[in-house]
């Protein structure tokens, strides 16, 4: 029995396309989450630290926002800050708001691999993507951007952190 996830070994030419919208994304996510696994492992890093380094590209959240973000818990979400503070990949800052909080920062060597591994990522799936047609890109980035829109205001069913 093949499950929804697997596609069937038939010999038919179109065996291995997704069945249904469900099989089709988690297809793509397993491929690009594999993607960003192998990086991360080449740079010593485990996905979740890979995407707190994601995370803190743009932006110096708090911890608690962090939490959210990577849907951990408050001693998770501090183990790994942790272990990245002590690898010299993030500092935390005082909030200016709230003397209690801290904020997470980039410091200039966590810039650096959050850098490099971007790249590496643009690259990966640049290549990944070589025989979409410019406007597959655009219906690929339109339909995403919806979706992920659809999930942020809670239209979407999913209780997951975008």
Request: aromatic share 2%.
């Amino acid at each position: 029995m093949t499950s929804s996830h697997t596609p069937a070994t038939t010999g038919d030419p179109g065996a291995d396309e997704p069945q249904g919208t469900v099989d089709a994304l988690v297809q793509l996510s397993f491929l690009v989450q594999g993607v960003l696994a192998g990086i991360a492992a080449e740079h010593d890093l485990s996905l979740i630290q890979a995407r707190l380094l994601g995370i803190l590209r743009d932006r110096r959240p708090g911890m608690l926002e962090l939490a959210r973000y990577l849907e951990l818990d408050k001693s998770s979400m501090t183990g790994l800050v942790t272990r990245a503070e002590k690898r010299g990949l993030v500092r935390r800052e005082p909030s200016p708001h709230d003397g209690r909080a801290v904020l997470v920062a980039l410091t200039p060597l966590g810039r650096e691999l959050t850098d490099r591994c971007t790249a590496e990522m643009d690259e990966r799936v640049a290549a990944l993507t070589s025989s979409l047609t410019p406007t597959d890109h655009a219906r690929i980035r339109a339909l995403s951007a919806k979706v992920l829109r659809a999930a942020r205001t809670g239209d979407g069913l999913g209780g997951g952190a975008v």
